[in-house]
């Protein structure tokens, strides 16, 4: 196949899909990364203690399951080392063009084929774009007055500054997610005082993680049926436990009264208790594993505030009331611009079509991949593909083999683009699913954009959208 086919990003996805290239012989790609290294994610997120909370056996491509996992559930050094020994095994680091940051993408209607802009001009052309930007790529600040007054050390969680020293100092976290109830336990013990500002606080339920011992890892080394089975059993466990507690099924109360019991055990003050405790259904926002988190809050020089934000000052943070905590560092735990996909990337597709304006009421696509007017542009991990219970890798390798199986049909048929009534179609039904969900409940969270909308979460479980990915209808697309 001669098809030139430009991937952006090398995370999971974006290396995904160079592999399944590659594996099927297709050599003439390239995939163009903004940073100086691949790993997506998992190269921007190295606060104290990231870590995945999917097994290790189920965080890994299915293709790849070799590897030697040194606990149950992998940290952000393991998988990065497995990113860059995929990419390695695999030679695809040879097309990889690093600090390679895209600011456009266009395509020209008349040559049917895309060209990609990076600071050092234009590239291509290319018959295919394929985005593998991800969703929790860029930082989110928090818009509160007097940031950039402050005259101590600030950072986000994902741009970890790793030559401040916290020892001794005086601390601020803004945000209680995932990766602030990762940190905080690694942080608390070293600095002098932690406060930690929540606004809504978070379901956590425990993480039986653990380090492999010897002979269970050797085991998974020597018996690839063994790793297969291990990693079935989670799979199943997850998409029939955790998923039914997102859809209002059987397994809510039991979530619910896990995590209540978790916060009863780790928390013995009923005061700090009921400020930990979140008053939307579990689920709403995503739910945090860990076992660290609570016990951390309790210690003497940490302080969970409440009061809102009101303004940051040259020396601390004021809360409603006019108090002022004095301290020497900020950290922002405060999320990603989740709802924004490719922006700031300038996609135009047929006639002029920009991206932008085609997802000014919120992003959305068909399978979570394809967009209409956007011929050969295709999406991993875009709109509505999110997972709030399992491995995303799944739904990634469900869109790379969707997209591999696009070529031959528009190698032959040319452009394929999706048709709007496939969209609508898709539309209706994905309501539909998501009025069932949890995440249509009373919490704010990233899965939604600001009219409320759920432009990022798949609503079924990882299994439905695999069968449906399965293979592409070409009546859903027209061509040419
Ligand atoms: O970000 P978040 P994250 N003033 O968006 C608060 C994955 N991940 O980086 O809830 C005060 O979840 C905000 O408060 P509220 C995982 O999918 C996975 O932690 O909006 N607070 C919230 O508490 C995860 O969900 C792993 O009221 C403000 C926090 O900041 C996703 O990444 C580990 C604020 C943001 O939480 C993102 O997680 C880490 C403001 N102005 C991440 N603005 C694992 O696999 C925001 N907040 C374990």
New binding site residues.
């Given amino acids: 196949m001669a098809l030139n086919v430009a991937i952006i990003g090398a995370g999971f996805g974006g290396l995904c899909m160079a592999i399944q290239l590659r594996k099927a012989g297709v050599t003439s790609y390239t995939i163009f990364e903004k940073a100086e290294r691949l790993g997506g994610?998992w190269r921007d997120?190295t606060y104290p203690g990231?870590?995945?909370?999917?097994p290790s056996h189920l965080y890994s491509y299915s293709f790849e399951q070799g590897h030697d996992w040194s606990r149950r559930y992998p940290r952000q050094p393991e998988i990065l080392a497995y990113l860059d020994r995929c990419a390695g095994k695999y030679g695809v680091h040879r097309r990889l063009r690093l600090g390679a940051e895209v600011t456009a993408a266009v395509f020209d209607e008349a040559a049917g084929r895309w060209r990609v802009t990076t600071a050092d001009g234009e590239h291509g052309p290319f018959d295919v774009v394929v985005s593998g930007v991800g969703q929790?790529n860029r930082p989110?600040l928090?818009?509160?007055p007097g940031l950039g007054e402050f005259e101590g050390t600030s950072f986000h969680?994902?741009r970890w500054d790793h030559g401040h020293d916290l020892a001794g100092r005086r601390v601020a976290v803004?945000?209680?997610?995932?990766?602030?109830?990762?940190f905080i336990p690694r942080v608390a013990p070293v600095v002098a005082r932690l406060d930690v500002?929540?606004?809504?606080p978070?379901w956590v339920i425990p993480k039986p993680d653990g380090a492999y011992g010897p002979g269970l890892r050797a085991a998974f080394r020597h018996l690839p049926p063994l790793r297969s089975a291990n990693r079935r059993r989670v799979n199943r466990f997850i998409e029939s436990v955790v998923y039914p507690a997102l859809v209002d099924g059987w397994s809510r109360p039991l979530m619910t009264r896990r995590a209540t019991e978790h916060l009863r055990k780790q928390v013995p003050d009923p005061a700090l208790r009921a400020r930990l405790t979140p008053a939307y259904p579990i689920g709403c926002?995503?739910i945090?594993?860990?076992d660290d988190y609570y016990p951390a809050l309790t210690r003497p020089n940490v302080e969970v505030v409440t009061d809102?934000?009101t303004r940051v000052t040259r020396h601390g943070i004021e809360t409603a009331g006019g108090t002022l905590r004095e301290v020497d560092t900020i950290i922002?735990?405060?999320?990603?611009l989740?709802t924004d996909f490719l922006a700031p990337i300038e996609v135009v597709g047929r006639g002029g079509r920009r991206l932008g304006e085609a997802w000014k009421d919120g992003a959305e696509a068909y399978l979570g991949m394809a967009v209409p007017g956007f011929p050969n542009l295709f999406l991993l991990y875009g709109p509505n593909t999110?997972l709030g219970h399992n491995s995303i890798i799944l739904m990634i390798e469900a869109q790379v083999r969707y997209i591999m199986g696009c070529l031959p049909l528009l190698g032959a048929h040319g452009p394929m683009e999706v048709r709007p009534a496939a969209m609508d179609a898709w539309r209706r039904a994905l309501e539909g699913a998501l009025a069932r969900t949890v995440w249509q409940a009373d919490?704010?969270?990233?899965y939604k954009n600001a009219a409320g909308r759920v432009t990022n979460n798949w609503p079924g479980p990882a299994a439905a959208y695999r069968r449906i990915t399965r293979s592409p209808r070409p009546g859903s697309f027209t061509f040419g």
């Fill in positions: 994610t997120n990231a870590a995945c909370d999917v929790l989110r928090p818009d509160i969680s994902a803004i945000g209680n997610g995932s990766s602030a109830a990762q500002y929540q606004r809504t978070s926002k995503r945090v594993l860990d809102p934000i922002f735990a405060t999320g990603f989740t999110n919490c704010a969270s990233w």
